[in-house]
């Protein structure tokens, strides 16, 4: 996003119970980030956070307890998107809170991109989003995934439809 967007969009406050829905939708109702235990952090206009903790379900090579490529992508596709909604959320205040949370169900993964840097070893870990571009049909993210001592693991970037 540009500065000028930067600005006002961090300026943004949402409502108390559009971040109660939300955490709810994105804990409990998305059923595989409930599965993997994937837990929404902070929901702003600029950045959107996220957690998940290390579970025996979530190993892919048992030999030194890595977690699963795939998680590690879900994670960050999952976080990216919410982003999008965040930064499309705060284009739209003038809108009621229902017809904001309807704009949820027209986003859609277009292009996902994950770099593994280092191998996902440890017991908590966090992801976060940020959009550099949202237009009219397309946005675009940047996401990072880490582990809980602040090394980066794994980047993403991906692209979603928001109309």
Known sequence: MSKK????TTAVQFEPELLAILT??????????????????????????????????LVGNFTHHRMHGGVTSACLDAVGGFA?????????MDEPMGKRLERFGKLGTIDLRIDYLRP????????????LRLGSRVANTRMEFRSAD??????????????
């Open 150 to 163: 602040g090394k980066l693991l794994s980047t993403g970037a991906a692209a979603y439809i928001v109309s």
């Open 24 to 57: 709810h939708m994105f804990d409990e109702r998305i059923a595989f980030n409930k599965l993997i235990g994937l837990k929404l952090g902070s929901f702003r206009p600029e950045r959107v956070t996220a957690t998940v903790q290390m579970k025996p379900e």
């Open 5 to 8: 967007t930067d600005t006002a």
């Open 120 to 131: 996902v070893q440890g017991e908590h870990f966090e992801i976060s989003a940020e959009v």
């Open 84 to 92: 999008v909604m965040a930064a499309v959320f705060a284009r739209h």
